[in-house]
């Protein structure tokens, strides 16, 4: 029979893996598959696990937020290419960015059929350090919210959790000394309240890219700086632009693409990965590495 390993978060969103997981379980039953479940027991649990025996199976399914799938992808990653099962992820988290990339379905039967029968799809990964991503790598303004929210609260407010979080902090919030070069010749610096290098069409369930802008398998990230605002001129340019997609003038925005983009500031900058946190560096390049792994999509 079909081997698939099936690795859950039982604590992502508001427990939903724990209540949806008899369902999930019959399809791939009834799929052709013999099944092994490992819950996650800690931080780090489910790179682990995937690192150590993923290479048996012939599909590893995870189900959790996009944290559980991020260490799934570490996970399968320390795999030799050809070694590397396809991957099938069943969102369940408070945000669940990346299921938007994939055009996965809503109903519990609908994401388990695809997990683990969907269309394959090499997908290019993030390259930050010594860890990788699936879909964003950010500093600044906003970008803790995620790791720094008590699972308590996301379980009980959703995504309202983040979005109180993190209106909390707009009285006071900092300034990063940042200068970026990328692979296409950009050379830019200044004073930055958000940046981000990115792989997806949606980010933090708040904002949206075009699709026909981002394309997941092409060895290009999409990246923005935002300067630090200082008037309420600047925010108002600043919130058209995220609005409407397009960028000011007066440069208060800067956007463009890259394969590889270098950060060096004067203190340390804190990085968010995939929703967790990343680290903290003065000197950072970034890398894409093209269609580096297979994920089951919908159609």
Request: include cysteine.
């Amino acid at each position: 029979m079909k081997q698939l390993l099936f690795v859950y978060n039982p604590t992502a969103g508001r427990q939903r893996a724990k209540a949806i997981l008899s369902d999930v379980l019959m399809v791939f039953a009834q799929e052709g598959y013999q099944i092994t479940v490992r819950p996650t027991l800690a931080q780090g649990d489910a790179t682990q696990v995937v690192a150590d025996t993923a290479a048996q199976y012939d599909r590893v399914v995870c189900c959790g937020g996009d944290g559980t799938l991020n260490e799934t992808v570490q996970g399968l990653l320390t795999l030799p290419r050809d070694q590397r099962p396809i991957l099938g992820y069943i969102p369940a988290g408070t945000t669940n960015d990346f299921s938007r990339n994939i055009n996965l379905p809503r109903s519990t039967q609908q994401l388990a059929k695809v997990a683990c029968g969907g269309v394959p799809r090499a997908i290019d990964i993030g390259q930050l350090a010594q860890r990788q991503f699936l879909y964003i790598a950010a500093f600044g303004l906003f970008t803790d919210v995620s790791y720094s929210t008590p699972q308590a609260s996301k379980n009980l407010l959703g995504h309202l959790a983040y979005v109180l979080e993190g209106a909390g902090r707009l009285v006071n919030f900092p300034s990063y000394q940042v200068h970026v070069t990328t692979d296409q010749g950009l050379d830019v610096d200044g004073d930055f309240i958000y940046g981000m290098v990115s792989n997806t069409v949606s980010i933090g369930g708040l904002v949206n890219l075009p699709r026909d802008l981002v394309c997941l398998d092409d060895g290009q990230f999409e990246a923005l700086l935002i300067r630090t605002p200082k008037s309420p001129k600047d925010w108002q340019s600043i919130l058209t632009a995220l609005t409407t997609q397009k960028l000011p003038e007066d440069g208060s925005v800067v956007g463009f693409t890259c394969t590889q983009a270098h950060f060096t500031s004067v203190k340390p900058l804190a990085w968010t990965v995939d929703g967790e946190y990343g680290g903290e560096y003065t000197d950072l390049t970034i890398s894409n590495r093209p269609q580096a792994l297979v994920i089951a999509c919908g159609n």
